[in-house]
């Protein structure tokens, strides 16, 4: 069986795709991966095919227009009736819908967030457009994973839909092998560098500890404004841009930190119903975390104590619960670090990918 996965992206460091195909892919499914050139291509391999289609628009507006205009030509080429199709967020949906009811073949819906409400967005004419699309698209989908718990309840009471939660987390680390004894303590931050994700209020918190060095691992529109951040709090010692990193080192990256911090912020429901993937990539390394108290965090910590939760973005307040953890010190964060990590792992996730599309195959060929 063919299953064809497109998504508005480079694919390089988009994880979740990655283990998806990689689990469809080792239980016998035929994969076709379809991504685009925005933001560069970077050399890549896998065990499966894969098209990166070529982007000629130089802005936003005019890409995603674009990109699904291509992206329904592919799918009109590789698409046959035995199919199933895999779409991933709302931006790489049309085309495949389209292309599902053509050939009358089945359509998955992956919603690594809720794409209408993500700050990016926000009040902006283009929201509209992907609210209609939502709207138009949604109430309609037979077959639908996300990515927390919170989200598909969002879905569900929205759209009356019923997603299958597949959480966007690693597969098992081994134990690192020893703590490393950091002089100064590295305090790290992954992820895009973007608005609401609680960076700029961490790099204030700096002016309030001694004897660290915050490093920033990863890219974004706003990687520029807080480097000038850094320079005019004279914090340039103390704040390291490490810039974009692959996956397999950004894993070695993580494994040497004494905290890690996860504190978004309320930019609408798409960032406070979230679980980001570097909460699990930091318990899967064995680093505490200082978490903000967001439901899909809280579900977390209220399972498994691994770090401390902050309630709000004061600098000087997030500057204490750093400080707590890095009192207390990673060993004293292991034995919840290790319960934490059985069970959030990509492995307790895989099942339910698989069973839903033996289901998608039993009611459709």
Known sequence: MKVIVSAFSNLYTDQRIEKVCETLSKEGYEIFLIGNDWGGAPEMTRNYPFKRIKQFSKSLKTAYPEFNWKLYGELKKVADVDTILLANDLDALLPNVLISKKLNIPLVFDSHEIYTEMPAIQGKFTQKIWRYLEKKLLPNLKYMMTESQSYAEWFSVKYSVKPVVVRNIPRKFETPAEIPLNHPKIILYQGAINQSRGIGQAILAMKYLEGVIFKIAGDGPKINDYKALVVKENLSSKVEF????APTELRKITKTADVALSIEENGGV???YSLPNKVADCIQARVPLV????????????QFKIGEIVENHDPKNLAEKIKIV??????????????AAAELCWEKEEPKILALFKKVVAENF
């Open 242 to 245: 490490l810039g974009k990193i």
């Open 326 to 339: 890095l009192q207390k010190g990673r060993a004293f964060y292991q034995p919840e670090l290790e319960k």
């Open 270 to 272: 798409s960032y406070l």
């Open 291 to 302: 978490l903000i108290n967001f439901p899909e965090m809280m579900r977390v910590y209220n």
